[in-house]
Each structure stands twice: as C-alpha cells, then as structure tokens.
T-cell receptor, first 115, second 115 residues
C-alpha cells in the first residue's frame, strides 16, 4: 500500500537559517512525489514535484527537494527561511504506474519561522 | 493563485441532509479530483472524474457521488450527511494525457460543517 510519513508535526527555525521538512514514502514502482503548502483557510498551493531525472528538484519561492531512492525520502529544503514561509506543508506521492490522479498525502508539518 | 474555483466557501448542514459542492477547473484542464481534509489531517482522495466518468475512487462510501460536465466543471454530492463528514472539501484540476495525470492544482476549498 502507498503511504507517506512526515515525522515532524512542527519545525521551528529562525529567519535566515536553512530549513528542512522531512518526508519518507512507500509506493510500488516508480514514485511521483509532490510538495504542497497550505496557508490558513486556504487550499493547497503546488511547490514542486519529482517525476524523473535530476534528484534535486527546484520549485517555487526558493524551495527545493532532494529525491533519495535508497532512503525513500523526499525532503523539502530552503537555504534561507522567511517569516512568510510559515505555513502547513504536505508531502504527497502517487504511483507512477497509476492512471488516476490519486495522491496520498502525509499528515502535514507546520513550519514556524521566527524573526 | 490557481484558476480553480469552488463554491460555496462555507456551508452548514444538519445530519441526514444532502449537500452539493461545486468546482470549476483551470483552463486547459480536463480532469477533476476531489479530496476531503478533516481537521488536522492530510487530504484524503475521494474520486477523480475524466471525460464525465469516474476514473478512480478512494475509500469512501457510495453516498459520496460526483458529476463532471462537458466544460470540465464538477460537482460533489454527499447524501445522508454524518457528523464525521465535517471537513474541508478540496477540488483539484489537472490534465490527463497519455494515460497519466499531470500536476494537480487545488481550489480554495469548501468548509462543510454538519451539526
């Protein structure tokens, strides 16, 4: 069965410091991996995805993520955090062989960036 | 912001009633997926519609049903509402081509409260 784990409920960082939000996954076959961000009372905003190719994926707002097949991980990173990055972050996976759009989401990680 | 819109924004219903939620997909997209996000949880896949037919379904009972129209907009219908149906309902549109669903872009959601 497909699953996604985000082991940290909350990550706290100081503005200007690097941030990492962790994600591990389990899926049959090649994974399609996604990161979304959710601000209060809003829908999900797409940040980036990994389908194939370079393991380091760059996305919106300076975020990037590294796909690690051996560790089945897809951690979200940013070199320098901003207070405005504070939000709820979701990792999601879809089996590459699936012809439906079914995304399996993690429980979410709240990122708190303090000035 | 994505081009995906949802209505209404908020809705209050009582147990046993029926509800219809609406979604307009982003221009150029031909597929709509619906997700339920309970408080403090990640979104759960309900189903996907493509070419006006259901194209994949999650673990939701038959009282959750949907429609897709020729203009690719969609409705989610829930009959016999239960208290546990209280959640944020998210619509996501995407393009299905070559048998694969591309990145899903989410609307702002409809907050349903069942009393």
């Amino acid at each position: 069965a497909q699953s996604v784990a985000q082991p940290e409920d909350q990550v706290n960082v100081a503005e200007g410091n690097p941030l990492t939000v962790k994600c591990t996954y389990s899926v049959s076959g090649n994974p399609y991996l996604f990161w979304y961000v959710q601000y209060p009372n809003r829908g999900l905003q797409f940040l980036l995805k990994y389908i194939t190719g370079d393991n380091l994926v760059k996305g919106s707002y300076g975020f990037e993520a590294e796909f690690n097949k051996s560790q089945t991980s897809f951690h979200l990173k940013k070199p320098s955090a901003l207070v405005s990055d504070s939000a709820l972050y979701f990792c999601a996976v879809r089996a590459g062989s699936s012809n439906t759009g079914k995304l399996i989401f993690g429980q979410g990680t709240t990122l708190q960036v303090k000035p | 912001e994505t081009g995906v819109t949802q209505s209404p924004t908020h809705l209050i219903k009582t147990r046993g009633q029926q509800v219809t939620l609406r979604c307009s997909s982003q221009s150029g997209h031909n597929t709509v997926s619906w997700y339920q996000q309970a408080l403090g949880q990640g979104p759960q896949f309900i189903f996907q519609y493509y070419r006006e037919e259901e194209n994949g379904r999650g673990n939701f009972p038959p009282r959750f049903s949907g429609l897709q129209f020729p203009n690719y907009s969609s409705e989610l219908n829930v009959n016999a509402l239960e208290l546990d149906d209280s959640a944020l309902y998210l619509c996501a549109s995407s393009r299905l081509a070559g048998g694969l669903t591309d990145t899903q872009y989410f609307g702002p959601g409809t907050r349903l409260t069942v009393l």
